[in-house]
């Protein structure tokens, strides 16, 4: 088939330009109002500017459903066109077994190397020297998503961090409204914990734990702090009846929660609820306790494929994802920051720019914070789920376990 397809297509070239197109099938879990507005400045730019045709993969559920579907279909021999996944090693063993296409090329006549920023998203993305992704985006968990409404129903100023926020929640209350939204996923509540550590246990706790493994620093006062504010999120949750991150986010964009903590893909929805950040919603990184991000988000991978012209429009595609225009379009309809420092973000609405600054500012969380095994990581999930959805576990009940993990943590 393919030799005719090319004899076809050198036939075709005799009396036109264009060689036969590709489709490219494209596999991501971006399934939220926000999420698919975004992905589809991807397609958009991709059918505009190439023969090549997108088809859309999207697989519903979080990166913890898509992930798993995604990577067994490479194994299995029925790899998609391209796919996203997230920064950091997701995609190592693809890559060690030789079935991911080697972007090298590209990325040196591009120059991707001085265009990256922060750079080591695109370390994340090489193995021997050889780059077999492209960074898209820059996502960070730690922020607070305040509704104006709310907090005017309730009479009560929006608060400018995580503690005025826990001291207007019986305002909320008393006007029928769930303080925080939160959905009944563990690695929502799992992405709260880790917002509330950084935030109320400070940067160098949160490292001394998680990179250190320090069980010290796990018994610690400070962290007793963080604990009886995991407590106090759990609290405040009660009522939030939802299962999907949207629908929490859309608690919030409806005035029915006055707040949650999730990361800035969350912006989306605003956005696509057409409100106005600084107007109808507030964004806090860092809770407002302390202005950091960490350098989350995702890359887009190509499965190595036989077919020469679904190579070519891999290649097309890995180069518009990474080009000024489509970088913008994309991560202003993500509510995520650019992956490449060049960009004119004129657009750019009041919670980008207060990311932005803080990663010109260095305040970044350093990657490979998370060092645990996935055997430690599940064993400290199963911990703070018990305990957000247990409320007789108790502060010193789940420090004392916590501690226990991290001193043995692998
Ligand atoms: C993350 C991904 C974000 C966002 C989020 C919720 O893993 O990096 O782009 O989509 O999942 O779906």
Redesign the pocket.
């Known amino acids: 088939m393919k030799l005719f397809r090319n004899l076809l297509s050198t036939a075709v070239i005799g009396c036109t330009t264009s060689a036969y197109a590709a489709d490219l099938e494209v596999t991501h879990?971006?399934t939220?109002g926000g999420?698919a507005a975004a992905v589809s400045e991807f397609a958009k730019a991709f059918n505009e500017n190439t023969q090549h045709n997108w088809v859309d993969g999207a697989i519903a559920g979080?990166?913890g459903t898509a992930r798993p579907i995604i990577i067994s279909r490479i194994i299995g021999g029925e790899p998609m066109g391209a796919t996203?996944l997230?920064h950091g090693r997701q995609a190592e063993e693809l890559v060690e077994a030789g079935l991911m296409l080697d972007l090298t090329d590209i990325a040196e006549a591009e120059g991707w190397r001085d265009l990256v920023n922060p750079v080591r998203l695109l370390d994340a993305c090489t193995l021997d020297g050889r780059i077999y992704c492209v960074p898209v985006?820059i996502?960070s968990p730690q922020w607070l998503w305040l509704s104006h409404d709310a907090f005017a129903k309730a009479g009560v100023d929006v608060p400018a961090d995580w503690f005025e926020f826990v001291a207007a929640a019986p305002a909320l209350e008393a006007a029928g409204i769930v303080p925080l939204a939160m959905g009944q996923q563990s690695w929502q509540t799992n992405l709260a914990f880790g917002a509330i550590m950084v935030a109320v246990g400070g940067t160098d706790l949160y490292l001394d734990i998680l990179t250190n493994k320090n069980a010290d620093a796990a018994s610690s006062a400070e962290m007793t702090k963080v604990f009886e504010a995991f407590d106090q999120a759990r609290k405040l949750s009660v009522g939030s009846n939802v299962n999907d991150?949207n629908q929490a986010t859309n608690l919030v964009i409806t005035g029915k929660a006055g707040g949650q903590i999730h990361?800035d893909?969350a912006q989306g929805e605003f956005q696509v609820a057409e409100q106005v950040a600084g107007e109808d919603y507030t964004c806090l990184p860092g809770l407002g306790v302390n202005d950091i991000i960490a350098t989350?988000?995702?890359a887009f991978y190509f499965p190595l494929n036989e077919d020469d012209e679904v190579t070519a429009a891999q290649k097309e595609l890995a180069s518009l994802l990474i080009s000024k225009e489509v970088q913008v379009a994309f991560n202003l309809k993500?509510g995520?920051l650019p992956i490449r420092g060049d960009v004119d973000l004129e657009a750019a609405n009041d919670c980008m720019k207060k990311g932005l600054k803080i990663l010109a500012d260095g305040n970044v969380l350093p990657d490979g914070v998370n060092s645990f095994s996935a055997d430690t990581q599940n064993q400290l999930d199963t911990l703070m789920t018990e305990f957000w959805n247990d409320q007789s576990i108790t502060v010193a009940d789940i420090q004392g376990q916590y501690t226990k993990i991290i001193a043995t943590a692998d």
Do not use: P, R, Y
Request: no cysteine; net charge negative; glycine share 22%.
């Open positions: 879990w971006w939220s999420e979080s990166g996203q997230n985006n996502h991150w990361g893909w989350g988000g995702d993500k995520s």
